[in-house]
Protein backbone atom coordinates (compact mmCIF):
# COMPACT_ATOMS: atom_id res chain seq x y z
CA UNK A 1 0.00 0.00 0.00
CA UNK A 2 1.30 3.49 -0.97
CA UNK A 3 1.32 6.28 1.09
CA UNK A 4 -1.04 8.36 -0.85
CA UNK A 5 -3.41 5.19 -0.29
CA UNK A 6 -2.76 4.92 3.11
CA UNK A 7 -5.46 6.18 5.68
CA UNK A 8 -5.19 6.89 9.77
CA UNK A 9 -8.00 5.20 11.75
CA UNK A 10 -9.39 8.80 11.52
CA UNK A 11 -9.63 9.32 7.89
CA UNK A 12 -11.12 6.19 7.17
CA UNK A 13 -13.97 6.81 10.05
CA UNK A 14 -14.44 10.18 8.63
CA UNK A 15 -14.65 9.10 4.99
CA UNK A 16 -17.31 6.40 6.01
CA UNK A 17 -19.75 9.44 7.80
CA UNK A 18 -19.17 12.11 4.95
CA UNK A 19 -22.46 13.46 3.90
CA UNK A 20 -21.06 16.85 1.47
CA UNK A 21 -18.92 20.29 2.54
CA UNK A 22 -20.47 23.23 3.47
CA UNK A 23 -20.83 26.40 2.74
CA UNK A 24 -19.09 28.04 5.73
CA UNK A 25 -15.87 25.30 5.18
CA UNK A 26 -17.63 22.73 7.71
CA UNK A 27 -18.69 19.27 6.56
CA UNK A 28 -21.90 17.18 6.97
CA UNK A 29 -21.26 13.94 8.51
CA UNK A 30 -23.36 11.25 9.84
CA UNK A 31 -23.56 10.12 13.45
CA UNK A 32 -24.70 6.66 14.18
CA UNK A 33 -25.25 7.10 17.97
CA UNK A 34 -26.39 9.61 20.19
CA UNK A 35 -26.01 9.72 24.01
CA UNK A 36 -27.95 12.22 25.91
CA UNK A 37 -28.39 13.02 29.71
CA UNK A 38 -30.88 15.25 31.38
CA UNK A 39 -28.49 18.48 31.29
CA UNK A 40 -28.22 19.11 27.54
CA UNK A 41 -31.07 18.10 26.63
CA UNK A 42 -33.91 20.01 27.81
CA UNK A 43 -33.52 22.98 25.56
CA UNK A 44 -32.74 20.38 22.24
CA UNK A 45 -36.07 19.00 22.92
CA UNK A 46 -37.87 22.19 23.11
CA UNK A 47 -36.70 23.37 20.27
CA UNK A 48 -38.23 20.35 18.27
CA UNK A 49 -41.21 20.67 19.71
CA UNK A 50 -41.61 24.24 19.56
CA UNK A 51 -40.72 23.33 15.41
CA UNK A 52 -43.19 20.31 15.35
CA UNK A 53 -39.79 18.43 14.36
CA UNK A 54 -39.12 14.56 15.32
CA UNK A 55 -36.52 12.59 16.11
CA UNK A 56 -34.99 11.32 13.44
CA UNK A 57 -33.86 8.08 14.02
CA UNK A 58 -34.82 7.43 17.69
CA UNK A 59 -33.46 3.66 17.52
CA UNK A 60 -29.80 5.48 17.38
CA UNK A 61 -30.43 8.01 20.67
CA UNK A 62 -29.70 6.14 24.53
CA UNK A 63 -30.40 8.22 27.58
CA UNK A 64 -29.62 7.90 30.48
CA UNK A 65 -29.60 10.37 34.06
CA UNK A 66 -26.25 11.21 35.67
CA UNK A 67 -24.71 14.28 36.28
CA UNK A 68 -27.71 15.48 38.86
CA UNK A 69 -28.40 11.98 40.42
CA UNK A 70 -27.62 12.09 44.33
CA UNK A 71 -25.96 8.97 44.81
CA UNK A 72 -28.06 7.67 47.95
CA UNK A 73 -31.24 6.47 48.82
CA UNK A 74 -32.12 6.02 44.55
CA UNK A 75 -34.94 3.46 45.40
CA UNK A 76 -36.90 6.91 46.97
CA UNK A 77 -36.89 8.26 42.52
CA UNK A 78 -37.35 11.36 41.99
CA UNK A 79 -38.80 12.04 45.41
CA UNK A 80 -34.84 11.35 46.75
CA UNK A 81 -33.66 14.54 44.67
CA UNK A 82 -32.98 17.23 46.87
CA UNK A 83 -32.12 20.11 44.56
CA UNK A 84 -35.46 21.36 42.67
CA UNK A 85 -33.94 21.72 39.28
CA UNK A 86 -31.97 18.96 39.57
CA UNK A 87 -35.01 17.17 39.88
CA UNK A 88 -36.77 19.49 37.10
CA UNK A 89 -34.27 18.36 34.57
CA UNK A 90 -34.25 14.61 35.78
CA UNK A 91 -38.37 14.62 35.17
CA UNK A 92 -37.86 16.75 31.97
CA UNK A 93 -35.80 14.29 30.82
CA UNK A 94 -38.06 11.06 31.42
CA UNK A 95 -41.24 13.48 29.82
CA UNK A 96 -38.93 13.90 26.77
CA UNK A 97 -38.01 10.65 25.99
CA UNK A 98 -41.42 9.05 26.39
CA UNK A 99 -42.81 11.63 24.17
CA UNK A 100 -40.50 11.26 21.43
CA UNK A 101 -39.57 7.52 21.70
CA UNK A 102 -36.16 7.23 22.98
CA UNK A 103 -34.56 3.78 24.94
CA UNK A 104 -34.33 5.30 28.45
CA UNK A 105 -32.35 3.83 31.73
CA UNK A 106 -33.72 6.01 34.06
CA UNK A 107 -32.16 6.48 37.90
CA UNK A 108 -32.70 3.72 39.66
CA UNK A 109 -32.57 0.72 36.96
CA UNK A 110 -29.56 -1.46 36.96
CA UNK A 111 -28.80 -0.47 33.50
CA UNK A 112 -28.52 3.37 34.51
CA UNK A 113 -24.85 5.03 35.23
CA UNK A 114 -22.58 7.75 33.61
CA UNK A 115 -23.80 7.74 30.19
CA UNK A 116 -19.95 6.88 28.68
CA UNK A 117 -20.21 3.53 31.39
CA UNK A 118 -23.28 2.66 30.06
CA UNK A 119 -22.56 3.18 26.40
CA UNK A 120 -19.73 0.55 26.19
CA UNK A 121 -21.39 -1.65 28.75
CA UNK A 122 -24.41 -2.12 26.51
CA UNK A 123 -22.93 -2.59 23.31
CA UNK A 124 -23.96 0.35 21.82
CA UNK A 125 -20.42 1.53 21.34
CA UNK A 126 -18.55 -0.39 18.46
CA UNK A 127 -15.48 0.13 16.14
CA UNK A 128 -16.38 2.57 13.38
CA UNK A 129 -19.09 4.45 14.46
CA UNK A 130 -19.73 8.07 15.17
CA UNK A 131 -20.54 9.03 18.97
CA UNK A 132 -21.81 12.34 20.00
CA UNK A 133 -22.93 13.69 23.36
CA UNK A 134 -23.82 16.45 24.73
CA UNK A 135 -20.66 16.15 27.45
CA UNK A 136 -16.75 17.04 26.38
CA UNK A 137 -15.92 13.52 28.00
CA UNK A 138 -17.59 11.45 24.80
CA UNK A 139 -13.70 10.91 23.93
CA UNK A 140 -13.77 8.08 26.33
CA UNK A 141 -15.55 6.10 23.37
CA UNK A 142 -12.44 6.45 20.51
CA UNK A 143 -11.16 3.64 23.32
CA UNK A 144 -13.40 1.34 20.45
CA UNK A 145 -11.94 3.06 17.78
CA UNK A 146 -15.01 5.06 17.26
CA UNK A 147 -14.76 9.09 16.41
CA UNK A 148 -16.62 10.03 19.55
CA UNK A 149 -16.58 13.56 20.73
CA UNK A 150 -18.73 16.54 22.70
CA UNK A 151 -21.27 18.80 21.37
CA UNK A 152 -23.22 21.68 22.09
CA UNK A 153 -26.96 22.03 23.28
CA UNK A 154 -27.80 23.57 19.82
CA UNK A 155 -26.20 20.42 17.92
CA UNK A 156 -28.00 18.24 19.96
CA UNK A 157 -31.00 19.71 18.69
CA UNK A 158 -29.48 18.97 15.34
CA UNK A 159 -28.28 15.41 15.55
CA UNK A 160 -31.82 14.60 16.67
CA UNK A 161 -33.69 15.98 14.43
CA UNK A 162 -31.25 15.30 11.36
CA UNK A 163 -29.00 12.30 12.68
CA UNK A 164 -26.04 14.37 10.88
CA UNK A 165 -23.41 16.85 12.32
CA UNK A 166 -22.10 19.71 10.85
CA UNK A 167 -18.33 19.13 11.81
CA UNK A 168 -14.62 20.59 10.78
CA UNK A 169 -12.29 17.42 9.58
CA UNK A 170 -9.29 18.07 12.06
CA UNK A 171 -5.50 17.13 11.92
CA UNK A 172 -4.11 13.63 12.56
CA UNK A 173 -1.90 12.96 16.10
CA UNK A 174 -0.29 10.41 16.71
CA UNK A 175 1.15 9.44 20.33
CA UNK A 176 3.31 6.25 20.51
CA UNK A 177 4.26 5.33 24.07
CA UNK A 178 6.67 2.22 23.76
CA UNK A 179 7.76 -0.51 26.56
CA UNK A 180 6.28 -1.90 29.44
CA UNK A 181 4.73 -0.06 32.53
CA UNK A 182 6.12 -0.39 35.73
CA UNK A 183 4.07 -1.84 38.57
CA UNK A 184 1.60 -0.10 39.59
CA UNK A 185 1.34 2.16 36.61
CA UNK A 186 -2.14 2.64 35.54
CA UNK A 187 -3.87 4.06 32.24
CA UNK A 188 -4.30 6.91 34.56
CA UNK A 189 -1.05 7.42 35.05
CA UNK A 190 -0.03 7.50 31.24
CA UNK A 191 -3.17 10.21 30.61
CA UNK A 192 -1.82 12.63 32.73
CA UNK A 193 2.32 12.24 31.93
CA UNK A 194 0.71 12.47 28.25
CA UNK A 195 -1.22 15.82 29.29
CA UNK A 196 1.85 17.07 31.09
CA UNK A 197 4.34 16.09 28.36
CA UNK A 198 1.92 17.85 25.84
CA UNK A 199 -0.39 20.55 27.10
CA UNK A 200 -3.43 20.97 27.81
CA UNK A 201 -3.53 22.75 24.29
CA UNK A 202 -1.41 20.28 22.50
CA UNK A 203 -3.51 18.29 20.88
CA UNK A 204 -5.81 21.76 19.72
CA UNK A 205 -7.17 21.10 16.09
CA UNK A 206 -6.47 17.37 16.07
CA UNK A 207 -7.92 13.77 16.71
CA UNK A 208 -5.34 11.63 18.62
CA UNK A 209 -4.11 7.99 17.77
CA UNK A 210 -2.72 6.50 20.91
CA UNK A 211 -0.02 4.05 19.39
CA UNK A 212 2.71 1.53 20.33
CA UNK A 213 2.65 -1.27 22.69
CA UNK A 214 1.99 0.27 26.26
CA UNK A 215 -1.00 1.65 24.75
CA UNK A 216 -1.85 -2.30 23.17
CA UNK A 217 -0.95 -3.48 26.61
CA UNK A 218 -4.32 -1.96 28.38
CA UNK A 219 -7.31 -3.29 28.89
CA UNK A 220 -10.41 -1.80 27.21
CA UNK A 221 -11.34 0.14 30.60
CA UNK A 222 -7.46 1.26 30.47
CA UNK A 223 -7.82 2.33 26.87
CA UNK A 224 -11.49 3.93 28.32
CA UNK A 225 -9.72 6.31 30.85
CA UNK A 226 -6.57 7.44 28.27
CA UNK A 227 -9.04 8.45 25.49
CA UNK A 228 -11.35 10.00 28.30
CA UNK A 229 -8.57 12.45 29.06
CA UNK A 230 -7.73 13.04 25.40
CA UNK A 231 -10.11 16.10 25.75
CA UNK A 232 -7.76 17.02 28.34
CA UNK A 233 -5.00 17.18 26.53
CA UNK A 234 -7.02 19.83 23.75
CA UNK A 235 -7.90 17.04 21.34
CA UNK A 236 -11.08 16.93 19.75
CA UNK A 237 -11.20 13.60 20.30
CA UNK A 238 -9.13 10.47 21.38
CA UNK A 239 -8.77 6.83 19.54
CA UNK A 240 -7.35 3.57 19.81
CA UNK A 241 -7.26 0.69 17.07
CA UNK A 242 -9.60 -2.30 17.20
CA UNK A 243 -8.00 -5.23 17.89
CA UNK A 244 -9.14 -8.40 19.91
CA UNK A 245 -9.46 -7.06 23.25
CA UNK A 246 -11.78 -4.58 21.94
CA UNK A 247 -14.00 -7.82 19.82
CA UNK A 248 -13.97 -9.58 23.22
CA UNK A 249 -15.64 -6.86 25.33
CA UNK A 250 -17.69 -6.37 22.72
CA UNK A 251 -18.99 -9.82 22.09
CA UNK A 252 -22.51 -10.85 24.33
CA UNK A 253 -23.10 -7.24 24.96
CA UNK A 254 -26.95 -6.70 24.95
CA UNK A 255 -26.85 -5.03 21.48
CA UNK A 256 -23.91 -6.70 19.89
CA UNK A 257 -24.30 -7.91 17.05
CA UNK A 258 -25.55 -11.58 17.00
CA UNK A 259 -25.33 -14.36 14.46
CA UNK A 260 -24.02 -14.15 10.97
CA UNK A 261 -24.26 -10.56 12.02
CA UNK A 262 -21.26 -10.84 13.96
CA UNK A 263 -19.20 -12.58 11.88
CA UNK A 264 -19.68 -9.64 8.67
CA UNK A 265 -19.15 -6.33 11.91
CA UNK A 266 -15.89 -8.59 13.23
CA UNK A 267 -14.71 -8.13 9.27
CA UNK A 268 -15.42 -4.21 9.13
CA UNK A 269 -14.09 -3.89 12.52
CA UNK A 270 -10.84 -5.95 11.71
CA UNK A 271 -9.83 -2.69 9.27
CA UNK A 272 -10.62 0.11 12.08
CA UNK A 273 -6.66 0.78 12.67
CA UNK A 274 -4.32 3.04 10.85
CA UNK A 275 -2.71 1.55 8.00
CA UNK A 276 1.25 0.99 8.06
CA UNK A 277 2.18 4.32 5.94
CA UNK A 278 -0.56 6.62 6.75
CA UNK A 279 0.51 9.90 7.36
CA UNK A 280 0.18 11.99 10.49
CA UNK A 281 0.82 15.48 10.86
CA UNK A 282 1.90 15.39 14.37
CA UNK A 283 3.97 12.26 15.86
CA UNK A 284 4.55 12.03 19.73
CA UNK A 285 6.80 9.24 21.10
CA UNK A 286 7.13 8.55 24.47
CA UNK A 287 9.09 6.04 26.84
CA UNK A 288 6.62 3.99 28.78
CA UNK A 289 8.91 2.06 31.10
CA UNK A 290 9.88 5.84 32.53
CA UNK A 291 6.19 6.43 33.61
CA UNK A 292 5.36 6.97 37.42
CA UNK A 293 2.58 7.28 38.98
CA UNK A 294 1.18 10.54 38.75
CA UNK A 295 -1.24 13.31 40.48
CA UNK A 296 -2.13 17.20 39.67
CA UNK A 297 -0.43 19.72 41.97
CA UNK A 298 -2.45 22.49 40.21
CA UNK A 299 -5.68 23.68 38.83
CA UNK A 300 -5.58 22.17 35.53
CA UNK A 301 -4.29 18.54 34.17
CA UNK A 302 -1.08 19.47 32.59
CA UNK A 303 -0.07 21.10 35.99
CA UNK A 304 0.93 17.03 37.30
CA UNK A 305 3.85 15.33 38.19
CA UNK A 306 5.33 12.25 39.64
CA UNK A 307 4.61 11.33 43.43
CA UNK A 308 8.31 11.50 43.84
CA UNK A 309 8.82 15.05 42.44
CA UNK A 310 8.92 18.45 44.03
CA UNK A 311 5.67 21.06 42.89
CA UNK A 312 7.46 22.77 40.08
CA UNK A 313 9.54 26.52 40.94
CA UNK A 314 8.03 28.66 38.19
CA UNK A 315 11.65 28.99 37.06
CA UNK A 316 11.96 30.41 33.38
CA UNK A 317 8.76 30.87 33.31
CA UNK A 318 7.20 33.78 31.22
CA UNK A 319 5.40 36.80 32.72
CA UNK A 320 1.44 35.39 31.69
CA UNK A 321 2.54 32.09 32.41
CA UNK A 322 4.24 32.74 35.71
CA UNK A 323 1.04 34.28 37.06
CA UNK A 324 -1.11 31.45 35.86
CA UNK A 325 1.10 29.24 37.71
CA UNK A 326 1.48 31.77 40.78
CA UNK A 327 -2.56 32.15 40.99
CA UNK A 328 -2.81 27.97 40.90
CA UNK A 329 -0.34 28.01 43.70
CA UNK A 330 -2.13 30.01 45.86
CA UNK A 331 -5.53 28.23 45.08
CA UNK A 332 -4.17 24.67 45.80
CA UNK A 333 -1.99 25.87 49.22
CA UNK A 334 1.25 25.06 48.19
CA UNK A 335 4.28 26.37 48.14
CA UNK A 336 6.86 26.57 44.88
CA UNK A 337 9.07 23.72 45.15
CA UNK A 338 7.65 21.53 47.93
CA UNK A 339 7.11 17.90 48.10
CA UNK A 340 3.82 16.73 47.25
CA UNK A 341 4.19 13.23 48.77
CA UNK A 342 2.89 13.43 52.60
CA UNK A 343 0.30 16.33 51.53
CA UNK A 344 -2.29 15.68 53.97
CA UNK A 345 -5.85 15.70 52.14
CA UNK A 346 -9.54 15.66 53.70
CA UNK A 347 -11.56 13.75 50.89
CA UNK A 348 -11.28 10.83 48.79
CA UNK A 349 -13.52 10.45 45.37
CA UNK A 350 -13.21 7.10 43.21
CA UNK A 351 -15.35 7.14 40.42
CA UNK A 352 -16.42 9.68 37.58
CA UNK A 353 -16.58 8.43 33.68
CA UNK A 354 -13.06 8.28 33.98
CA UNK A 355 -12.29 5.50 37.30
CA UNK A 356 -15.75 3.73 37.99
CA UNK A 357 -15.68 0.75 36.11
CA UNK A 358 -14.98 -2.47 37.78
CA UNK A 359 -11.80 -2.88 36.72
CA UNK A 360 -11.11 0.42 38.83
CA UNK A 361 -12.98 -1.03 41.96
CA UNK A 362 -10.52 -4.14 41.64
CA UNK A 363 -7.72 -1.88 41.68
CA UNK A 364 -8.92 0.27 45.00
CA UNK A 365 -9.95 -2.55 46.86
CA UNK A 366 -6.45 -4.51 46.94
CA UNK A 367 -5.52 -1.61 48.47
CA UNK A 368 -8.48 -1.38 50.70
CA UNK A 369 -8.52 -4.77 52.14
CA UNK A 370 -7.33 -5.35 55.43
CA UNK A 371 -7.06 -1.71 55.80
CA UNK A 372 -8.87 1.38 57.64
CA UNK A 373 -8.99 4.92 56.05
CA UNK A 374 -7.85 7.38 58.05
CA UNK A 375 -9.72 9.11 60.79
CA UNK A 376 -9.27 12.36 59.30
CA UNK A 377 -10.34 11.41 55.80
CA UNK A 378 -14.01 10.99 54.28
CA UNK A 379 -14.07 8.43 51.54
CA UNK A 380 -16.26 7.39 48.76
CA UNK A 381 -16.50 4.98 45.66
CA UNK A 382 -19.32 5.60 43.55
CA UNK A 383 -19.65 3.08 40.88
CA UNK A 384 -20.40 3.99 36.97
CA UNK A 385 -23.35 2.49 36.96
CA UNK A 386 -25.69 -0.14 37.89
CA UNK A 387 -23.88 -3.21 36.25
CA UNK A 388 -20.80 -2.26 37.56
CA UNK A 389 -22.16 -1.75 41.27
CA UNK A 390 -23.95 -5.05 40.97
CA UNK A 391 -20.99 -7.02 39.52
CA UNK A 392 -18.68 -5.48 42.82
CA UNK A 393 -21.24 -7.00 45.22
CA UNK A 394 -20.94 -9.83 43.68
CA UNK A 395 -17.50 -10.32 44.03
CA UNK A 396 -17.21 -8.77 47.61
CA UNK A 397 -15.83 -5.38 46.68
CA UNK A 398 -18.23 -3.60 47.98
CA UNK A 399 -17.81 -5.31 51.77
CA UNK A 400 -13.88 -4.58 51.02
CA UNK A 401 -15.02 -1.23 51.06
CA UNK A 402 -17.28 -0.77 54.04
CA UNK A 403 -15.06 -2.97 56.14
CA UNK A 404 -12.02 -0.68 55.40
CA UNK A 405 -14.20 2.72 55.91
CA UNK A 406 -15.24 3.92 52.99
CA UNK A 407 -18.76 5.00 51.65
CA UNK A 408 -19.92 2.90 49.08
CA UNK A 409 -22.52 4.48 46.75
CA UNK A 410 -25.46 4.51 43.68
CA UNK A 411 -24.26 5.38 39.98
CA UNK A 412 -24.01 8.81 39.19
CA UNK A 413 -21.59 11.28 38.04
CA UNK A 414 -20.95 12.36 41.56
CA UNK A 415 -17.93 14.16 42.85
CA UNK A 416 -16.53 14.49 39.77
CA UNK A 417 -18.30 18.13 39.16
CA UNK A 418 -20.42 19.97 41.56
CA UNK A 419 -24.07 19.83 40.01
CA UNK A 420 -25.21 17.17 42.72
CA UNK A 421 -25.40 16.58 46.78
CA UNK A 422 -21.51 15.26 46.20
CA UNK A 423 -19.39 17.72 46.56
CA UNK A 424 -16.02 19.56 48.96
CA UNK A 425 -16.66 22.46 51.08
CA UNK A 426 -14.04 25.15 50.73
CA UNK A 427 -10.56 24.61 50.99
CA UNK A 428 -11.30 20.76 51.40
CA UNK A 429 -8.56 18.99 49.59
CA UNK A 430 -9.25 15.49 47.82
CA UNK A 431 -7.66 12.95 45.97
CA UNK A 432 -9.72 12.16 42.96
CA UNK A 433 -10.16 9.82 40.11
CA UNK A 434 -11.78 12.23 37.93
CA UNK A 435 -10.50 14.17 35.14
CA UNK A 436 -10.91 18.08 36.01
CA UNK A 437 -9.09 19.63 38.34
CA UNK A 438 -10.49 23.62 37.84
CA UNK A 439 -10.86 26.26 40.10
CA UNK A 440 -14.13 25.25 41.88
CA UNK A 441 -14.92 21.84 39.60
CA UNK A 442 -15.44 19.81 42.87
CA UNK A 443 -17.49 22.54 45.01
CA UNK A 444 -16.54 26.26 45.64
CA UNK A 445 -12.79 26.39 46.69
CA UNK A 446 -12.47 23.29 46.65
CA UNK A 447 -8.61 21.76 46.01
CA UNK A 448 -8.65 18.60 43.84
CA UNK A 449 -5.45 16.19 42.94
CA UNK A 450 -6.42 14.13 40.08
CA UNK A 451 -4.78 10.20 40.04
CA UNK A 452 -5.25 6.95 39.77
CA UNK A 453 -7.87 4.56 41.44
CA UNK A 454 -4.70 3.10 43.42
CA UNK A 455 -3.45 6.38 44.72
CA UNK A 456 -6.47 7.28 45.68
CA UNK A 457 -7.06 4.03 47.88
CA UNK A 458 -3.93 5.21 49.44
CA UNK A 459 -4.57 8.31 49.85
CA UNK A 460 -7.49 7.20 52.02
CA UNK A 461 -5.28 4.78 54.08
CA UNK A 462 -2.01 7.24 54.83
CA UNK A 463 -4.31 10.29 55.27
CA UNK A 464 -2.05 11.76 52.63
CA UNK A 465 -0.73 12.01 49.24
CA UNK A 466 1.31 8.67 49.68
CA UNK A 467 4.23 6.73 47.46
CA UNK A 468 2.61 3.68 47.14
CA UNK A 469 5.98 2.03 45.77
CA UNK A 470 7.36 2.16 49.20
CA UNK A 471 4.96 -0.92 50.17
CA UNK A 472 6.86 -4.29 50.36
Given amino acids: MTQKSAKTLYDKIWDNHFICDTDNGDSLIYIDLHLIHEVTTPQAFAGLRANGRKVAEPSRTLATADHNTPTEDQEL ?81 HVLATQTLRARKMKNMAIKVEGELQNGVTAKDVALAIIAKIGTAGGTGSVIEFMGSTIGSLSMEGRMTLCNMAIEAGARA ?132 NNKVANSVRAMVVPGSGLVKLQAEEEGLDKIFKDAGFEWREPGCSMCLGMNPDKLAPGERCASTSNRNFEGRQGRGSRTHLCSPRMAAWAAIKGELFDYRNVS
Avoid at 118 to 125: A, L, M, S, Y
Avoid at 266 to 280: P, R, T, V, Y
Avoid at 359 to 366: G, I, N, P, S, V
Fill in 77 to 157: GLDGVKDPEAKLQLETLSKNVEEFGIQFFPMGDVNNGIVHVVGPEQGRTQPGLTIVCGDSHTSTHGAFAALAHGIGTSEVE
Fill in 238 to 369: GLVAADEKTFEYIKGRPAAPKGGAWEMALKFWQDMKSDDNAFFDIVIEMDGTKIKPMLTWGTNPEQAIAIDENVPTGDGLSEGAKETFERALNYVGFEAGQKIEGVKIDRVFIGSCTNSRIEDLREAAEVAK
